[in-house]
């Protein structure tokens, strides 16, 4: 008697390749999701530098505009202060509640305040000379040194 030959998969051939299957479709699934947690923390410290460089723009605008008299530095806070000539306030640039403001002032008197960065965990102001550093620490202790 001759026995025919089928044409089909036995239940062992059947359940290896259901395993070996099982395990490339879950090592890609890692894979993947390490690589997607990767890609979120690049853009959120792509967007942490974007911030800071947007703050020292505003900061080189806010000290550009103005012709200022003098400016007196202290550890974590300048001060610009404006010539009697011309109609514009004083500017205090400090670190408060974990952003950096500008505090405008005219005379004793607070007009506004408008923050510029936030998320940050101090700023450092430090002068050498006639040379002026500004420190920003990030609440990771990333420092971003600009110097006016």
């Not at 030959?5 to 290896?16: A, D, H, R, Y």
């Not at 460089?53 to 202060?81: A, H, P, Y």
Request: aromatic letters at 10%; glycine letters at 4%; charged letters at 30%.
């Amino acid at each position: 008697m001759r026995y025919k030959k089928k044409k089909g998969f036995t239940i062992i051939e059947s359940l290896v390749y259901i395993f070996l299957t099982t395990i490339i479709l879950s090592e890609g699934i890692n894979l993947y999701i390490s690589i997607y947690k990767s890609y979120i923390d690049d853009a959120n410290l792509s967007i942490k530098y974007d911030k800071c460089q947007d703050f020292f723009i505003n900061l080189d605008n806010i000290i550009s505009r103005g012709r200022f008299e003098k400016v007196m530095v202290d550890n974590n806070s300048i001060t610009l202060l404006k010539n009697s000539d011309v109609e514009d306030s004083d500017k205090i640039i400090k670190s408060y509640n974990g952003a950096i403001v500008v505090k405008y002032v005219d005379g004793n008197v607070t007009k506004t305040i408008n923050t510029i960065i936030e998320d940050i965990d101090n700023l450092e102001v430090r002068k050498k000379g006639k040379l002026i550093y500004l420190i920003v620490r990030d609440k990771e202790g990333k420092e971003f040194i600009k110097c006016i």
